[in-house]
């Protein structure tokens, strides 16, 4: 049937048609058509959306997503039918049957999933289906070079290129600020894709953003590598392995990382930027998602086993994640604690050490550093304000002000102190609770909020000494983030947990 | 954060923010907010949508169903915030992993879904999870209770009450129009619900429509079987086991239906009405959902062993699938087909035959036959006139007209006969084409579309002979389900593939 185009601006892949104009063409809310511009005969899928009045009959609403592609405009008139079921259905079909998916049979469901050609419903069919039936190696492989193809890629002509990734888990980790102006310092080039905060406090595209845009095209992220040797960029705006975001979308309600999709999740982007040494930062504690020393050599084995098949060098590092890296959680405080190393500062050690044991390993599989040497080098560059003047090219070729110092970074002006109830020691800091309080004050989205952190693990703390600080740049919000302290007491001091003793306690 | 509503008529469970709200609370599009109503403390839980133009910040867009019991109105002020996670989420999450749910899990999944606590794609992940991790009874029985038990209910003081059910996969299964009439002729009570077609030509609902109103609620449905002994409406609008509709939906692009949930969908139904007796018609062979007798021995076995659990008798019958019941594949044509075997007509044999079989085994559990006599006692009825009378009297008290003769019923104008391009043997009909061909004409929104059988498997028809009618209401439509035929070929006359030999093809 034809309908007239009126355009809506809501970013989803649907249509919206009368219950009537639906009912005629078969279709139920949810169900899939083709809409056919036929002035330039592109046709693309969508989902459709019912009303009784917001559209009249023989008019079709059509929503951002799905205009994307079809480019009509109000008045225009466009062919609506029910369309044919995807193939790739029946391949995750298949995949829920527990057989194998073939390598073609990858590349049609990621396909679809980049062209929104199936539904997120069904793309988390496919997910499930994943996650219990695991993928073997093979097909790991397939579904990694299945994100790269369908993606933006960068290719350069000069190596190696180095790259690192973080797989998550722990609060702070803010090495990519100190890891890839080190990088970058010595030489090598590293172009650095990365992502906003889902379920964190802020991921490093957040806290760069503190410092300088970061959304650029793919080509751009090499023109910025090419000229300073490295950039630290939001991987969303590449349209690198675009699949990849989608999945784990999806993922998140369940807190799932099927271990399959997280290496090709993985290496996908390390492979799509053209990466030939990889350093991949493997945290592992209570609460991270490795818990444990043996499962992280596992993990190990299987990236570089992915990186062997890829042509690409891999070495993993297990690093601690009982407490977070550095003193600092949310954007602004995260930046102003990476630029006091650049600047020259010791501390927090835990940081210093982290970024440097990091970079490290990359200088050393370059042959920049003899092995059993890397790590003091990084330190050496860090030092002598080479790794500080390259970051401050990065933040200027990215756009940003290359003259900022740590101390023109402030955090929110509403804040809360948290003092020791007892004296003792801190003998718990829960990461999940920290993260929670700090988006509770409004992290990653305002910048200025987030927790600094007084004592760590291990501390002596004395009564009435300060454990940590609120952060809040909205004072509602750093209410919020109080009641949400309140309860669930991230911090345990000596043994004593803090809700079961009210009078003892300092929030109030 | 506050927000101004502005109700939006599009029937899904969303808010739209501006985007820069949207952040604001740390929502991304997709994610679960809940909306409190401060009037009357109610709080929803929904999903966002985003856009930068339609609505300015500071106000909310609320749809239909979000607004279903949050009942704001344009103006009104809401608080929205990003909501917690449902545990049914860790519920589904533990199916993922293999594990088996206790029954308050599966009755938390279920509520949620009833509710639309969970996204489509979330309860896509149960329904996967249970589809690679069968349920065992223990579990199938838990979710049929929470399908009954979330939903309305009726319970007779009289008894026994009847119900049957035909678990589909066959075109032109128009048995209920015989067999409800017949059982409530016999002076037993059979409050029968059924479906529309999803993937069908016609459901007994879509069919029943054309003679009278089907949308009647749970209390309805029960005045009207005390009044006159039956009833045959749309479940859908009963609320009855609401949450088994929603599986279906996300089952569907996947054409899945795993063993348990099948088995709790058909018996949440019976069990919600009150049904004592239970018959379930098993369609068995090629294209059907069950392939072959074993297989459909051992479906018997388990919706019996679940009618103990839950206290209702239940026999079934394993029926012939391979052609379709009687002549007629619509909703006009297959009503039309009915009424004649009511009004005295004795073909098409198969639909008399099954009908009578199917109320044949109701009346003998019930005792109205002695063993062996059921289908001879339903054939009586019928050639009496009770059982039209009966359906009189139905159609009466749902409003429709009582006077209605199989002659009133016309079919679509538009029409096109298909005649055998050869002598010989209908060696094939493939349910599935002619099902496809009729949904084509328009069938089921179209009621007189669809598909008029003149010859049968194993039938002798000479060349030119017609084999089939194709009809439709519009003219469109007739075209699509020529192509829809020339692109399937659903009929083989002796073995000699249509599609192959254009030439003798009388299509043109």
Avoid at 104 to 120: L, S
Avoid at 197 to 209: H, N, P, R, S, V
Avoid at 257 to 286: N, T
Avoid at 402 to 411: A, C, L, N, Q, W
Wanted: aromatic share 4%; with cysteine.
């Amino acid at each position: 049937m034809k309908f007239t185009v009126k355009l809506i601006d809501i970013g989803t892949r649907e249509v919206l048609l009368n219950i009537e104009d639906a009912r005629s063409i078969n279709a139920l809310a949810g169900d899939r058509v083709q809409v056919l511009n036929e002035n330039t005969g592109v046709s693309v899928a969508a989902f459709v959306s019912t009303t009784t009045t917001l559209i009249p009959q023989g008019t079709v609403g059509v929503y951002r997503i799905t205009n994307e592609k079809l480019a009509v405009e109000d008045g225009h008139l466009v062919e609506v039918r029910l369309a044919d079921r995807p193939s790739s259905l029946q391949f995750i079909k298949k995949k829920m049957d527990g057989e194998r998916l073939t390598k073609d049979e990858t590349f049609a469901v990621i396909r679809d999933v980049v062209n929104h050609d199936i539904t997120p419903a069904e793309l988390t069919a496919y997910i499930t289906a994943c996650y219990i039936n695991a993928l073997d190696m093979d097909e790991v492989e397939h579904l990694t070079r299945a994100m790269v193809e369908t993606g933006e890629q960068i290719s350069f002509h000069t190596h190696p290129i180095v790259d690192k990734h973080s797989i998550g888990g722990v609060p702070g980790n803010k090495i990519s600020l100190l890891v890839v102006p080190i990088i970058a310092a010595s030489g090598l080039k590293i172009p650095k894709t990365s992502s906003r905060a889902i379920t964190g406090a802020g991921g490093t595209a957040d806290l760069m953003e503190v410092l300088a845009p970061v959304g650029f095209s793919a080509e751009e992220v090499q023109k910025m590598t090419l000229k300073v040797g490295g950039a630290i960029v939001w991987g969303g705006a590449t349209n690198i392995a675009p699949a990849d975001d989608r999945i784990i979308i999806q993922e998140y309600p369940f807190r799932i990382d099927a271990r399959g999709q997280m290496l090709a999740s993985v290496m996908a982007k390390k492979y799509a930027v053209g990466a030939d040494l990889v350093v991949i930062d493997i945290p592992v504690g209570q609460g991270a998602k490795v818990a444990n020393v043996m499962e992280g050599r596992k993990m190990a084995r299987e990236f570089i086993e992915l990186g062997e098949r890829l042509n690409m060098r891999v070495e993993c590092a297990l690093t601690y994640a009982d407490s977070p890296v550095g003193r600092s959680i949310g954007p602004k405080l995260e930046v102003r604690e990476a630029l006091r190393i650049l600047e020259g500062g010791d501390t927090p050690g835990s940081l210093l050490q982290k970024s440097a044991a990091i970079a490290g390993i990359a200088l050393e599989m370059s042959g920049k550093a003899p092995l059993g040497t890397g790590s003091q080098m990084a330190v050496d560059i860090l030092k002598s304000g080479a790794a500080l003047a390259k970051f401050r090219e990065i933040i200027e070729i990215q756009g940003g002000d290359p003259s900022v110092k740590s101390e023109d970074i402030s955090p929110g002006k509403y804040e809360f102190v948290v003092n020791a109830p007892a004296s003792g020691y801190v003998v718990e800091m829960n990461n999940q609770s920290l993260i929670s309080m700090a988006r509770n004050a409004g992290a990653p989205h305002d910048r200025g909020a987030g927790i600094l952190l007084h004592a760590k693990k291990g501390n002596r703390v004395e009564k009435g000494e300060p454990i940590f600080t609120i952060y809040a740049e909205r004072s509602w919000r750093l209410q919020k983030a109080i009641e949400e302290g309140r309860r669930l007491m991230p911090v345990l001091v000596e043994g004593m947990l803090l809700d079961r003793v009210p009078r003892e306690f300092s929030w109030v």
